[in-house]
């Protein structure tokens, strides 16, 4: 089991101490270890060696079937497209995705089959009698259906049943989701904590990264390991401002969208006269008018919705930095 984060220590102990319900909702940003914590506050629940309210002491029976993936009392429900990556990440066995021709790719959903066999998980008796524990990462992946299947359960688990959900778009959960569960804020972590664990992970100039993904380690670390560094983020704003398509053609669809969309957030927080946030501020053009690119924001939110599925990617790429380069040229007159 990896879901050691650093940072996770003090959020894991307060989780601990405070956990009142059988059901907590662990919500906060992306990239900034959820599923880590959820998984973490599993483990000690089933601890058998740990004091009521502590985290898990990693060497006990319970501790050991638990790292290895294989405990009777544990059920981790992940999208399809996420059990592979999510379980690697945590070192825990999975099953190479089967990528043969016309399969079907895998869903981003949480599935009512996924849910139905967890449910005959949740009315079998705890095999090892401490707890039987289920985490739903993300949550919001419940497509309606499931959720609905779940929340009997959710309000009255039987036995020794306990839940963890997380989630980093809490506010699309079902009401009735939500109000079953104890929420469980993850906050940012702390700046150094989290340069200091994207050191030891081999991430180079580590802060600009972390500031351009508004401090989540996590998506530093996958950006990173995607090819980008900190040099190439800090060169994007004046080659899209250059109209040079190719600044943002390694990018995937949604990336390149989404990096669009840091950049115009913070050449408006420059035409106010504040700091880039995600960019470091010499990295920005300064813009003497926020109006054009306010207009622009709103073609990126547009132009996002569709960003999964571009017809026809290099068309689509090469419109989108030509609004850019419009928008910004017209905002520094
Ligand atoms: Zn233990």
């Not at 997380?166 to 939500?178: C, G, M, Q």
């Amino acid at each position: 089991m990896n879901a050691d984060l650093p940072w996770l220590k003090a959020p894991l102990a307060d989780a601990l101490a405070r956990a009142r319900s059988h059901a907590l909702l662990v919500q906060g940003p992306a990239g900034v270890g959820q599923l880590e914590l959820a998984v973490k506050l599993a483990q000690s629940w089933l601890c058998e060696a740990a004091a009521p309210a502590q985290p898990a002491c990693g060497q006990c029976p319970s501790c050991k079937l638990f790292s290895s993936g294989t405990h009777p009392d544990f059920q981790l429900l992940l999208p399809e497209a996420l059990e592979a990556p999510a379980r690697e990440s945590l070192g825990l066995p999975f099953e190479e995705p089967d990528t043969k021709a016309g399969k079907a790719k895998p869903s981003k959903e949480i599935k009512v089959e996924a849910v139905r066999q967890l449910l005959s998980f949740a009315q079998a008796t705890s095999a090892r009698g401490k707890a039987k524990v289920v985490a739903i990462f993300p949550a919001e992946a419940l497509n309606g259906v499931a959720a609905n299947a779940l929340l009997k359960t959710l309000e009255e688990p039987s036995g020794l049943l306990r839940f963890v959900l997380a989630s980093h778009d809490s506010a699309s959960l079902l009401p009735t989701i939500r109000s079953r569960c104890q929420p469980l804020p993850l906050p940012l972590p702390d700046t150094a904590a989290a340069l200091a664990w994207l050191e030891v992970k081999g991430v180079k100039d580590a802060a600009g990264l972390l500031a351009a993904t508004g401090g989540r380690p996590q998506q530093a670390l996958e950006w990173f390991e995607a090819g980008l560094t900190d040099a190439a983020w800090q060169a994007l704003p004046k080659r899209v401002a250059r109209g040079e398509v190719a600044a943002l053609s390694e990018l995937a669809p949604p990336r390149a969208i989404d990096a669009l969309q840091r950049l115009c957030h913070d050449l408006v927080r420059r035409s106010h006269g504040q700091p880039g946030q995600f960019f470091a501020t010499t990295s920005l053009p300064s813009p003497k008018r926020a109006a054009p690119l306010l207009a622009w924001e709103g073609e990126l939110r547009r132009a996002a919705r569709h960003a999964d599925h571009p017809l026809n990617a290099s068309l689509w790429l090469e419109a989108l930095v030509a609004q850019a380069q419009a928008a910004v040229t017209t905002s520094m007159r």
